[in-house]
C-alpha cells in the first residue's frame, strides 16, 4: 500500500520473463507493443481474373477456412440442405433420389448433427426366468449400461468364487475321509461325482449377468447408422445359432441376442442406401418399425435355433434416410415410401449447378475440403484449382454449369495430390492435374481407346474416302467417354410390304428414332418405301444402342444408300432429329468429339444449341473442326458427296417445304358478334 501512494517508489515487475526494476508508470511507454501479423495485400489468385475463384483470394488452398459443420461443407445442393435442416429439427424421414456422388451419405451424417440434443439410452437384454426365449429389454440412460453390466459381473465373479470354495471343502473333506478309511479310490469316485453334478446342476453364475446390445457416452451426439447393403439380420437384429443347447453347456437365450441397425439408431439417423437392394420382407419389417418405434429381436434364420427366442420390443425411434437412384423409387415396397411421403420429405439431387462467380468459389473450398479431409497430400495453387473449376465444366456437360457430382472430382483432386507428392512437390500445380486426368480416367474410357485402336486395325473404322450408305456416328459409353459408331444402310426390293428394318441391339429409344427417319427418307426421295426394305446396321454396338443421338447419322445413311451419293468418312456426326428435319440437342457431345479425334477423323457436325456444350481437352483443340447445324438439309450438304449438285439442292428443298397445317374452322356460336 506504500509503494501505491508514492509515484516514486521503485517496484520490480515481470514482463516477458525479464526483472525490471522501474516505476509501474513507465512499463508500458518503455516497452514496445507486440508486432501483429501484417494484412497480405498479393496472393497468387490474384494474377488471375478475379470472377474465376468467386473473388477468393488464396496463395495455396491451406488458406481458405472450411467450415466445422458438414450441413455448411455440402455444394450444390441447396434445396436438399434446406430440407434436411427442416427435417432435422421437426424430426422427419426424407427420401433423397439422384445420381452416386453428389451428396447423399454427406447429408445424411449432417442430419445427425442437426438433431436437437436428446438423452441417450443404454438397450440391455435379461434373462427370462419365466421364459427363456423371452429375454426381457430394459432401457437405462447413456453410460449406465456398463455400470449395470460391471456390477452384475462383479457380483457374479464373488458367486463362482463362494461356490468354488465350498466345493474345494467339499473335496478335500470327501478325499480326507476316503484316505483315513482306506478307501481311497471310492474317495475320488464321490469327489468326480459331485463335480459333476455342481457343474450339470448349479447354473452358471455368467448365465444372470445381463448383455448390453446397444450402448451410448451420456454426452454423445445422436448416432449415426449407415445400414447400407445390410442383411435382414444386420438390419433388424439376430439372434446368434447355439449348437450346444443341453447339458450345462448352452449359451443363455439373451446372450445371443444381437442388436441390429436400427437399434443402435435409436434417436439417431439411419440412412440406407439403394433403398431397391433390400428384400421386399426386409422393407416391411422397416416399415413396422417406422410405424411402432420398437422393434423385437428374433432369429432371422429358420434353421437356427436362435429363431425360438425372441424378444420384448426394444425401442428404435429414428429418423430414416431413404437414397437411391431412379430405379429405387421403382422397386420400393410402395407402403414405405407412402410412409415417409407422408410424414417427411422427398427430394431430387442436383447434378449441375449454375457457373457464376459464387459457386465457383464454393468449388475452390470443395478442394481445400478434400486435401484437408484426405490428410496426405498437399494443398492446391491456384494454377491447379483453376484446372479443377474447367474439369467441373466439361463434367456438367451443359453450358454455363459445373457439375456436382464431387465423388468423381474428389477423386481427381486426389490423384493429382499423389502426384505431387511422387514428385516430391510441395504443393499440387496444374501439371498434376493435366496428368492425373489421363491416370484418373474411368474404365469406359479405357475401353472407349482400346476399341478405337481395334476398329482401326480392322479398317472397322474408315476415316477418309467416300462411301456410299456407310457413315460415322458417335456414341457415349458410360457418363464420361465416347465412341465412333459407324452405321451402314443398304435398300433392296421388298418381297412384301416395305419396311425399317435395323440391327444392333437397339432398344426402345433407339428403335422408335429410327422410325422417325423414314418421314424424312419420304419427303426427300420421293420414293415409295413401300417396295423396298431399307436395312440399318449398327456396328460393333457389342452392348445395345440406347437413345436418339444416332437420327441424323440414320438419316444420313439411309439418303445415301436410296440416291447412291457417296458419304465423306473424314466426317463424324451426331444429333437428334425430328420429324420435320430439325437437329436437336443431345447429351455428351464433349466426350463423342474427343473421340472422333482418337478416331483420326477431322469434321465434327454437332447440333448447333450444344455448341456452347463444348469443352475439349487442349491436345484435341486443334486436330478436329466443329460445324453446328440446325436442320437435316445442312448435314447432307457437308456429308454427301453428290455429282449433280443442282438436283440434290432440289431435293433439299423438298426437305424444307413444311406442311401448312389449316386452321379449324371456329363454331358459329363462339363466333363474336
Known sequence: MEHENNPGQKTEETVMGTVLDVNPAQVTEEIPARDTSPVKEVYASDGYDADLFGGVRFDTTA????????????????HAVDVIRKAATQRRHVMMIGSPGTGKSMLAKAMSELLPKEEMQDILTYPNPEDNNNPIIRVVPAGRGKEIVAAHK???RKRASSKNTMLLILVIGILGIALISGQLLMGIVAVAFIFMAFRSFMPKETA???KLIVSNKPDSTAPFVDGTGSHAGALLGDVRHDPFQSGGLETPAHDRVEAGAIHRAHKGVLFIDEMNTLELSSQQSLLTALQEGEFPITGQSERSSGAMVRTEPVPCRFLMIAAGNLDAVQHMHPALR??????GYEVYMSETMNDTPENRAKLVRFVAQEVKNDGKI?????????????????????????????RDLGG????????????????????????AKQIAR??????S????????????????????GRVNGLAVVGNDAGSVLPITAEVTPSQGAGMVIATGLLKEIAQESIKNVSALIKKFSGTDIRKVDIHVQFIGTYNGVEGDSASVTVATAVISALEDIPVRQDVAMTGSLSVRGDVLPIGGVTYKIEAAAKAGIRTIIIPQSNLADVLIEERYSDMVSIIPVTRIEEVLRYALVPEDKEAFEQKLLQIGKHMDIPKMPMPADNVAA
Open 208 to 210: 444372470m449377468v445381463p
Open 63 to 78: 488458406d481458405l477456412v472450411i467450415p466445422p459443420s458438414l450441413i455448411d461443407q455440402v455444394i450444390g445442393q441447396e
Open 449 to 468: 481407346d482400346e476399341y478405337i485402336r481395334r476398329t482401326r486395325d480392322y479398317d472397322l473404322t474408315i476415316v477418309s474416302g467416300n462411301l456410299v
Open 154 to 156: 462383479e457380483e457374479a
Open 378 to 406: 498437399p494443398h492446391y495453387d491456384p494454377s491447379a484449382v483453376s484446372e479443377i473449376l474447367r474439369e467441373a465444366k466439361r463434367r456438367s456437360g451443359r453450358k454455363g454449369h459445373l457439375t456436382v457430382k464431387l
Open 442 to 447: 474411368s474404365v469406359e474410357d479405357q475401353i
Open 412 to 435: 481427381l483432386v486426389r490423384v493429382a495430390g499423389d502426384l505431387a507428392i511422387q514428385e516430391g512437390s510441395p504443393v499440387t500445380s496444374v501439371h498434376h492435374v493435366v496428368s
Open 338 to 343: 407412402s410412409r415417409i411421403r407422408g410424414y
